[in-house]
């Protein structure tokens, strides 16, 4: 059985506090299986572990070592221990070889460095495989909603044996899965049904005119070649995707009252830049027929419409489904489902058999950094998209991060709040 209860918060700093919430990643574990995941262990071995670094407990609220700085830097230098190598790491960035010895203390889930109020590293137990017929449910068949699951235990069937989650660290995956996968859709597919599901302050995020943009995209189903340009009509009851994005360096691809009717029959998607295809994809893999662009979906130039189109920003936004940010992208030609930042990780030593798979982990939980203070966001426009969308899922160079009325969940399955 799982220990205390199903979450857990801590608070770091005085701008967030890290909930550990479990119940979302088993959801997330259920509609994933049969799926092929990246594979624990790619980046750094179990097997390199010094004789310290085995007998380090870190399953344990309120663990606490000391290390020598130099010693640690020589063990880094000599790639002796991976667990050595990501302290080091950890350390030099925080700040933390300044002193001739290190405090490293587990905190909620991860680690904080010299009784520091941020966590350095993060400490995540990987959901085990199992099927939906095995999980300890109560009544539907699969695929589940977020409300179907929404009383799993913590305790798993997995090939006839027990599971026991720690209920005071993270479930999750050390290693992000590739961006555009079906699983990183997948993910973002119960990001919105728990919203959708829970969260009250949403409401109908559907509209009808006067609050639908004049035009939207039709990205019609995932293998067509062509999407095209469509004009809302009364009495149109329609969900859209936003996008949030910077133009970026000439040229850009636009909409003009030259190439209006052309648009208004077919865009192949091959001539959009990556960073609209992205759009089309990922619109397409939640599941929504219509997304808006302003440079398609705002006619361009002296003879356009754009500043009647720019009164009704606050509309757009405010009435979209949800937003899509891609803060990783400087124009239009880069796109935002590209790999990440890679993330090293080590396996802990195993102490019991039930025990589910821990992982010490480079931490990339900081919204702050990743999206509000990124220089695209800190622009006007885009601090007001930000503003006006009652939802975003935020692309990163480092992860993909969720943002509602409740608080940010993050990819690797830690959520946060103000």
């Known amino acids: ?74 063990q880094a230098a000599r790639k002796a221990c991976d667990m050595c190598c990501l302290l080091w790491k950890a350390c030099s960035k925080a700040g933390g070889t300044n002193f001739q010895t290190s405090t490293f203390t587990r905190v909620g889930s991860g680690l904080t460095l010299n009784s520091g109020n941020v966590h350095v590293l993060s400490i995540c137990q990987e959901p085990s495989e199992y099927s939906a017929t095995t999980a300890k449910r109560s009544h539907l068949s699969p695929p589940p909603t977020f409300c179907d699951v929404v009383n799993i235990k913590l305790t798993i069937s997995v090939v006839h044996r027990a599971v026991d989650y720690f209920s005071d660290i993270q479930i999750g995956y050390p290693c992000l899965q590739k961006a555009g996968s079906d699983v990183h859709f997948k993910i973002m597919n119960q990001w919105l049904d728990l919203c959708d599901s829970t969260h009250y302050h949403m409401g109908d995020a559907a509209s009808t005119k006067p609050d639908l943009p004049t035009r939207l995209i039709d990205v019609g189903h995932p293998d067509n070649e062509s999407v095209r340009l469509r004009e809302t009509q009364a009495g149109d009851y329609i969900r859209y995707i936003a996008l949030s994005h910077p133009w970026g360096d000439l040229p850009h691809f ?19 830049p990556a960073t609209f295809r992205d759009a089309v994809v990922s619109t397409r893999a939640l599941g929504l027929q219509y997304l808006w662009i302003d440079p398609i979906c705002i006619i361009q130039g002296p003879d356009g419409d754009f500043i009647s189109e720019a009164k009704r920003m606050e509309q757009v936004f405010s009435s979209a489904y949800c937003a899509l940010a891609a803060s990783c992208t400087i124009g239009q030609s880069d796109g935002f489902l590209k790999p990440r930042r890679p993330r090293d990780y080590v396996q802990l030593p195993s102490q019991e058999n039930n025990r589910p798979p821990l992982y010490l982990c480079d931490q990339i939980d900081d919204f702050n950094s990743h999206v509000l203070q990124e220089p695209p966001s800190t622009r006007g426009w885009v601090l007001q998209e930000h503003a006006l969308a009652r939802r975003t899922i935020f692309f990163t160079e480092h992860q993909t991060y969720f943002e509602c009325g409740k608080g940010v969940h993050c990819e690797t399955m830690i959520r946060m709040s103000k």
Request: hydrophobic fraction near 35%; charged fraction near 20%.
């Open 1 to 74: 059985m799982a220990r205390s209860s199903l979450s857990d918060s801590v608070q770091l700093g005085d701008r967030w506090t890290l909930h550990i919430d479990n119940q979302f990643p088993l959801n997330v574990a259920l509609t994933i299986q049969g799926h092929n995941l990246p594979h624990p262990g790619g980046r750094l071995q179990l097997d390199r572990l010094c004789v310290s670094c085995q007998s380090r407990q870190l399953w344990k609220v309120g663990f606490s070592f000391t290390v020598s700085v130099k010693s640690l830097e020589a």
């Open 254 to 272: 636009c909409t003009y009252r030259s190439n209006l009717k052309a648009h208004m029959e077919s865009i192949k998607v091959s001539d959009l």
